[in-house]
């Protein structure tokens, strides 16, 4: 009788540790409801989300369904924070990507220290980065950046000047830079062939003003006036748009959030 109190006593004592660890532990930071990553990409992807989450003491997440029903896509990616239980910290602090396939949605949700690392110009600028992966079909890499873009963003956010409105990330622009190379071989081009054309004409001779080409008093002015015409006068109103920052709402728990999205 001593042994089997015994037997479950340490029965019950496993299943309390086991209860702890799980309470203790964070849900999967990936979930690929959709299907649409090989076993190899989840397991790359995963890894990064964990690493990127623990250094920065944010749950980085991304979720991805086939469908979300008749479900704004707002209000399913807060479900998804709350059901789950993300968030680091005491403030709950998560940036979590929801993708949804049917009608090609994408949300992300913010809390915590999530809402102020990433703001709403921010937010523009990060999709910018993956939405063009995502709607090609190149799910891994969009993911890939999604993420780095999150620890570049929290980075800064954490120097105490989260990037916003006048304060984006600075990227090359390959068209401007394309443009000017081709305005530089045209210049010099140009100066080649005008300079031979130049080398053929023998006959003119470079003047210091214009007597050879006119006749002696044949250009004098007898009389000049100025007349005003009329003044046009244009006033904008000017708008300030710098103040950025995060939008946020409250969950029906009180929770606050920050984020936004749109199709793919």
């Known amino acids: 009788m001593k042994r089997i109190h015994i037997i479950a006593f340490a029965l019950l004592f496993c299943l309390l540790m086991t209860a ?26 995963l890894a990064k989300l964990d690493g990127i989450s623990e250094r920065q003491m944010v749950d980085i997440v991304i979720h991805t369904v086939s469908s979300i029903g008749d479900t704004a896509v707002m209000e399913a990616a807060d479900n998804i924070f709350e059901s789950y239980g993300y968030g680091m910290d005491a403030e709950r602090s998560c940036i979590l990507l929801l993708v949804s396939m ?3 949605d994408w ?38 950046v999604y993420a780095d873009t999150c620890d570049d963003f929290l980075n800064r956010a954490r120097s105490g ?42 006959t003119v001779r470079k003047q210091d003003g214009a007597r050879t080409y006119t006749k002696e008093n044949s250009m004098r002015v007898a009389e000049s006036k100025d007349f005003f015409l009329y003044r046009t006068v244009s006033r904008t109103e000017k708008s300030d748009n710098s103040s950025g920052g995060s939008t946020t709402h409250k969950t029906d728990s009180g929770t606050t959030l920050g984020g936004g999205g749109g199709n793919f």
């Open 20 to 45: 702890g660890v799980n309470a203790a532990g964070t849900a999967p930071r990936l979930v690929d409801d959709a299907d649409i990553l090989d076993d190899a990409e989840e397991n790359t992807l």
């Open 102 to 104: 049917e009608h090609r």
């Open 107 to 144: 949300h992300i949700t913010t809390a915590g220290y999530g809402i102020k690392a990433v703001t709403d110009a921010g937010l523009a600028y990060m999709s910018e980065q993956f939405i063009p992966h995502l709607s090609g079909g190149d799910y891994l890499t969009a993911f890939t």
């Open 161 to 202: 000047d989260p990037f916003d409105t006048d304060d984006l990330p600075k990227e090359p622009f390959p068209a401007v830079r394309n443009f000017l190379v081709c305005l530089v071989i045209g210049i010099i081009a140009a100066w080649i062939i005008t300079g031979k054309q130049k080398a053929q004409l023998y």
